[in-house]
């Protein structure tokens, strides 16, 4: 029975131990994470720039609302200082 386990424990410690070639061993070294983007050249972005959260659908919704809001009532501001014009047109 000792012969097995002796067999058995050698089999493993093969297994498990470092049974590498010289070759592999050098490239262990100078292996690259090409999973990782590296700094690009092209795009300078500061961190939080990169980092800026996205508008939401209803944010732009929102956003447009204000902006087309605020047209309309520069028109209506034009639209009365044209009727009051009229107006003083009319009384001279």
Same mark, same amino acid.
């Given at each position: 029975?000792? &012969?097995?386990? #002796?067999?058995?424990?050698?089999?493993?410690? +093969?297994? !498990?131990? $470092?049974?590498?070639?010289?070759?592999?061993?050098?490239?262990?070294?100078?292996?690259?994470?090409?999973?990782?983007?590296?700094? &690009?050249?092209? #795009?300078?972005?500061?961190?939080?720039?990169? +980092?800026? !959260?996205? $508008?939401?659908?209803?944010?732009?919704?929102?956003?447009?609302?204000?902006?087309?809001?605020?047209?309309?009532?520069?028109?209506?501001?034009?639209?009365?200082?044209?009727?009051?014009?009229?107006? +003083?047109? !009319?009384?001279?």
């Amino acid at each position: 029975m000792a &012969s097995v386990w #002796n067999e058995t424990h050698r089999m493993k410690g +093969l297994a !498990v131990g $470092p049974m590498t070639t010289s070759e592999y061993g050098e490239w262990w070294v100078k292996r690259i994470n090409d999973n990782v983007p590296g700094p &690009s050249q092209k #795009n300078n972005q500061s961190i939080e720039e990169h +980092l800026r !959260v996205i $508008p939401s659908e209803l944010e732009i919704i929102k956003q447009n609302f204000e902006r087309r809001n605020a047209e309309l009532e520069k028109k209506i501001e034009q639209m009365e200082e044209q009727k009051l014009n009229l107006r +003083l047109d !009319v009384d001279v």
